[in-house]
Each structure stands twice: as C-alpha cells, then as structure tokens.
Nanobody, 120 residues
Framework: QVQLQESGPGLVKPSQTLSLTCTVSGGPITTSKTYWSWIRQPPGKGLEVIGRIKSSGNTDYSPSLKARTSISRDTPKNQFTLQLSSVTPEDTAVYYC????????????WGQGTQVTVSS
C-alpha cells in the first residue's frame, strides 16, 4: 500500500518560492507505470493539477503554471518535490501529492494535503 505525506512551510511570503516535499512509503518512487503528481485546491475552487513526474523521471506541467514550476525527485530518499516560484496570494491553497499506477487497471493514492498560505 503506497502512502504519501506532504511536508513544507505553511506560510510563504509573496514573490518567494514555495517548496514542498512528498515522502513516499510502501513502494519505490521509480516503480514503473507510476505517475507522481502535485495537485492543489484554492479556497472555494476545484482541484488543479500542477504537474507530475513519471517513473522515468520525465516531467509534465500545467501550461498555466509551467513557467514557475519545477518538480523533481530524490530517489534515495524516496521523495519528490515541488517548487513554485514568484508566488502570489492566488497560490494560497491546500496542496496534495498524488500517485496513480496504470498497469492494466489503475490505482491511485492521495496525501492528506497541506495548507499553504501566501501572505506578507
């Protein structure tokens, strides 16, 4: 059973870089046919996919956030990270890490989410 846990600061100042880490347990982050994503939900709004890193290490980003986003992984630590630069109060949201395994069927897993507020 894969488990995901987000960690990082809950308060970030405008113009700074938001950095979050997702620690994965129950399986290696290099497991094939697995996609590791960051998703957020601003207050009063729906879920928004920020981007993902594949088991190959390749990344995909939301076009609207691509210029400010970087997703990477630390294989020895079994973690993947999100960096979102030049944040504004509009980046205030609950941030989730998410994994989906597609191998004939599909199984997905969510972290519990972490609140990040952008404020001076």
């Amino acid at each position: 059973q894969v488990q995901l846990q987000e960690s990082g600061p809950g308060l970030v100042k405008p113009s700074q870089t938001l950095s979050l880490t997702c620690t994965v347990s129950g399986g290696p982050i290099t497991t094939s046919k697995t996609y590791w994503s960051w998703i957020r939900q601003p207050p009063g709004k729906g879920l928004e996919v920020i981007g993902r890193i594949k088991s190959s290490g390749n990344t995909d980003y939301s076009p609207s956030l691509k210029a400010r986003t970087s997703i990477s992984r630390d294989t020895p630590k079994n973690q993947f990270t999100l960096q979102l630069s030049s944040v504004t109060p509009e980046d205030t949201a609950v941030y989730y890490c998410y994994a989906i395994v597609i191998d004939g069927g599909s199984r997905d897993y969510w972290g519990q989410g972490t609140q990040v507020t952008v404020s001076s």
